[in-house]
């Protein structure tokens, strides 16, 4: 699919969106759906590989459906998830396991074709989509917003930041953003049926299941480690999955049998799980949506459908905000996106990095997996928290 980078010096839109993943895609979808003009700046192309667990949660149903985008898992025939494993292992051994069905299946689909099919709904609805354009630089006043890179300029009414978990301009990074390292790559050679693994160690944990890619089935391999973690192991993706066959007897099961598909590993260093919030100040605020406002901890495998209900939310809210958008609509738009963020995202935010707080210490992993084992509703129960409302066969 080609799509345009800035074509000219300068690009005029009702609203600015900086970033092309889920979120950035479903709420320049739903302003165009809602005759609200709408450009995306995405830094790369489509279709790339990216940082992702691939899990599709079963909560993002109605996100896709507001779209038009609710065939979107037939079409791309993603397996099934519909139960999970886990495993704690410590000293080089397994010291507990438990399995359970999930509340509801969720998808494996790689970030390859959601953000391709994505895209081309954006595109359909009337998206000004544009690659490779890089922003550089964000101003605002009264006037608006004003967004600068090596293609030329945009200007717009309002900005959405859906830049990931980078800060994205203007925005610095804290020290205590840059304490965690993820890797991920696709693997043949294994099989999962309709399951998917989560396999715990000492600051590190990696997940595996079966994801559609590019009309074929792969899994995917996708581990995080504390800093400390990293940089013991090797502070290389090679030595990490090393370290994390040495560590787990479950995971090198696994990992022995697994063929890496060339050109699928992404690695992400120096990021964080603090919760940055729904905006920005100033007298024209900008909006944050996706990771760009918060981070979920992956093992709870509900950042995509977060990223999409958050997309699908915010593009109402600013196309309910008022034709003009002048600087005070904006400003209420913010308010309003901030009372939905908190209400919607800030619970299950709260427990899946209290979660992943106790997983990554095998002790104290190993007492609450067993504990999960034996009282049967605690997984679903789980589940269900750390994800927004879903019917029990919602996709």
């Known amino acids: 699919m080609a799509l345009g980078g800035l074509r000219g010096h300068w690009v005029s839109a009702r609203v ?33 590989p990216r940082m992702c667990g691939e899990f599709l949660s079963p909560d993002a149903h109605s996100a896709l459906a507001a779209l038009g985008a609710d065939d979107l898992v037939r079409r791309l025939d993603a397996p099934a998830i519909e139960a999970v494993r886990v495993t704690v292992a410590r000293g080089g051994r397994i010291v507990a396991e438990a399995s359970s069905p999930l509340g509801a299946a969720g998808h494996g689909v790689s970030r390859v074709d959601l953000d391709l099919a994505l895209a081309e709904t954006a595109r ?58 993820a890797v991920k790559v696709h693997v043949r050679g294994l099989r999962l ?3 998917t693994e989560l ?41 990490l ?20 598909v060339a050109g699928s ?3 992400a260093a120096g990021f964080g799980f603090a919760v940055r919030g729904a905006h920005g100040p100033g007298e024209r605020p900008s909006l944050f949506v996706g990771d760009a406002a918060a981070l979920i901890a992956p093992l709870c495998g509900d950042g995509q459908a977060m990223a999409l209900g958050g997309g699908v939310a915010l593009g109402r809210i600013l196309a ?39 997983l990554l210490r095998p002790r104290m992993a190993a007492t609450f997996v067993r504990a999960a084992a034996a009282i049967g509703p605690l997984p679903g129960w789980i589940y269900r928290r750390t994800r927004g409302p879903f019917e029990p066969r919602a996709i």
């Open 124 to 181: 359909a609805a009337g998206v000004d989509l544009r690659e490779r354009s890089r922003v550089e630089t964000v101003t605002s006043n009264a006037n608006g917003v004003e967004l600068r890179g090596p293609g030329g300029v945009v200007r717009g009414s309002a900005i959405v930041l859906a830049t990931g978990r980078v800060p994205g301009p203007g925005r610095a990074a804290s020290r205590t953003s840059r304490e965690w390292v």
């Open 320 to 358: 309910g905000a008022g034709r003009d958008l002048d600087a005070s609509a904006v400003r209420a738009a913010a308010t309003v996106w901030d009372r939905e963020f908190r209400a919607s995202f800030r619970g299950r935010l709260v427990l899946g990095r209290a979660l992943q707080s106790v």
């Open 193 to 195: 049926p309709r399951a």
């Open 241 to 260: 999955w090393e370290w994390l066959a040495s560590a787990s007897p479950a995971f090198a099961e696994r990992w022995r049998r697994a063929v890496p």
């Open 16 to 48: 600015v969106i900086v970033g092309g993943g889920p979120a950035g895609l479903a709420a320049a979808t739903t302003l165009a759906r809602a005759d609200v003009a709408a450009t995306v700046c995405e830094a790369g192309a489509w279709p790339r």
């Open 199 to 239: 396999h715990f160690a000492d600051g590190a944990y990696v997940g595996i299941n079966e994801v559609a890619c590019r009309g074929d089935r792969v899994v995917n391999v996708c581990a995080l480690a504390r800093r400390r973690r990293w940089d013991e192991a090797g502070a290389t993706p090679e030595s």
């Open 265 to 267: 590993e992404v690695a």
